[in-house]
């Protein structure tokens, strides 16, 4: 009984995490992509633009506030400049700014890139207009022949071999991983329900977790919060 509690309180833990994180992505996204509607539209206007006047210009609905806060970033990103006051206040794209910065891609970044990868977002997030047509290589396909050649060298073979042995090197596929995960899972459940006046420790939370015991001086309640 306890394993099968354990298991269902790692599994439903886990949901809350992903859960959480593609809220967040999703979040993080939308932002990027009023920032880019915005941009496109700026850009093809020769003059200043109303907020009205960019509010309808983008494909979805946009309440003004919100609409407000991405032209405050845009313009102290050094995008986008203001001119007037009140109702009356245009903006307008600086000329050549009609990328989004490196440092407004890097604050909607949930998950860290590498600087390749940071290239190609920042290729990727042009309008398609001003990419660079490119094609395939077809010869870097046809000349691999499975089994024989590789795309990787032997030192990028030998360096992934090597970083990806564990001390399970033995043990059944998955289960670096797995523990890899319960660690996170403990960590989630004891920040998430410290931040509701929990009184459980880090250590209490995984013996929990793991193995459904809880300290006698601890309530019900509390116990029911973490497995919740």
Do not use: C
């Not at 890097?106 to 290239?119: K, Y």
């Not at 047509?133 to 010869?139: A, D, I, K, R």
């Not at 193995?211 to 919060?225: I, Y």
Request: hydrophobic letters at 35%.
């Amino acid at each position: 009984m306890k394993g099968e509690l354990t298991q269902y309180a790692i599994s439903r833990h886990f949901y809350v995490f992903l859960s959480r994180y593609l809220k967040l992505r999703l979040m993080a996204t939308k932002k990027e992509m009023i920032a880019r509607k915005i941009i496109d539209f700026l850009s093809l206007q020769k003059d200043g633009q109303s907020i009205e006047t960019i509010r309808q210009a983008l494909p979805e609905a946009i309440d003004i506030r919100s609409l407000q806060r991405r032209l405050k970033s845009l313009r102290e990103q050094g995008v986008i400049v203001s001119t007037g006051k009140a109702r009356a206040t245009v903006y307008q794209l600086i000329p050549g700014q009609n990328n989004i910065p490196q440092t407004v891609t890097a604050q909607l970044a949930i998950i860290p890139l590498s600087g390749s990868a940071e290239r190609i977002q920042q290729i990727i997030s042009l309008p398609t207009q001003q990419r660079e047509p490119v094609g395939y290589h077809l010869e870097f396909l046809e000349n691999y022949i499975p089994n024989e050649t590789s795309y990787l060298t032997s030192d990028e073979k030998k360096h992934l071999a090597t970083i990806g042995v564990t001390a399970q090197i033995n043990s059944p596929a998955g289960t670096y991983a797995k523990q890899i995960m319960q660690r996170l899972l403990v960590d989630l459940a004891w920040n998430s329900s410290r931040l509701e006046g929990n009184t459980y420790s880090l250590l209490d939370t995984q013996l929990l977790l793991e193995k459904g015991t809880s300290p006698d001086d601890k309530t019900t309640a509390e116990a029911q919060m973490i497995l919740n």
